[in-house]
């Protein structure tokens, strides 16, 4: 039987976000208590709801950039086709990787091997362990790895357009030099940001996976419900 693994981080009033970025403001518009004077419904069975406030950036949590967000010209997230956010995936055990180290070609190469799926068009998720790890201590914010830019020409190379990674960005936080984006930028590829639970898939073989955006009018990039099933 196929199992569905939730990847997605959830959504919380002041989570962490990238260095750059503002944190997400989420608080109760109206609350079951407060529509109760609305009176709606009939005598005996009042109909209350609560609705939510929330504000934050298209590059908070669990999200997939946009061409735009690094390309002035890039498509943004509207305008990207729906087919590029799902579709056979790998999981890389990448779990030896330190906090602030880098993923390199060797890195890849030795995933793939134990793997046991050579990287043909898949999208490939990146597991360093690093959320466990640090989540959600400012740790996660500040000690993300790198994705060096051979190991992204190495899954460009074999057909691989999109990729995901634990934290917040590909790029290190420790410099600003943003390697890994403007590879990316260059290349026409992008990826997720901050999947979780992606130890689940070690060891799962191809799966399918799905990291769906918001459909945002002109958007640099959206928060995303991404799961994967696993046969």
């Known amino acids: 039987m196929s199992r569905v693994v939730d990847l997605s981080l959830t959504v919380e009033d002041n989570m962490p976000a990238h260095k750059l970025f503002q944190r997400p403001v989420i608080t109760t518009h109206l609350s079951h208590e407060r529509s109760k004077s609305f009176n709606l419904g009939v005598p005996g069975d009042a109909m209350t709801f609560q609705t939510n406030f929330i504000a934050m950036l298209d590059h908070v949590g669990t999200h997939v950039d946009a061409f735009k967000h690094v390309n002035p010209d890039g498509k943004p997230i509207d305008e990207m086709p729906l087919e ?10 990448l779990r030896h990787i330190p906090d602030l180290g880098d993923i390199t070609v060797a890195d890849m190469e030795a995933a793939e091997e134990k793997a046991g799926v050579k990287v043909d068009g898949h999208i490939v998720l990146l ?77 799962a073989g191809e799966f399918q996976f799905f990291g769906a955006p918001i459909k945002f009018k002109g958007g640099s990039g959206s928060p995303v419900r991404a799961f994967a099933i696993v046969n």
């Open 84 to 93: 590029m956010f799902m579709g056979k995936a790998l999981c890389f055990d």
């Open 127 to 203: 597991c360093t362990g690093f959320h466990a790890r640090n989540y959600p201590s400012l740790d996660s914010v500040w000690k993300n790895p790198l994705l060096t830019v051979e190991a992204t020409k190495w899954l460009y190379d074999r057909g691989s357009k999109m990729h995901g990674v634990e934290g917040p960005s590909t790029d290190k936080p420790t410099d600003d030099i943003f390697a890994q984006h403007r590879l990316c930028r260059d290349l026409g590829v992008s990826h997720w940001e901050w999947l979780v639970n992606l130890q689940e898939l070690v060891g």
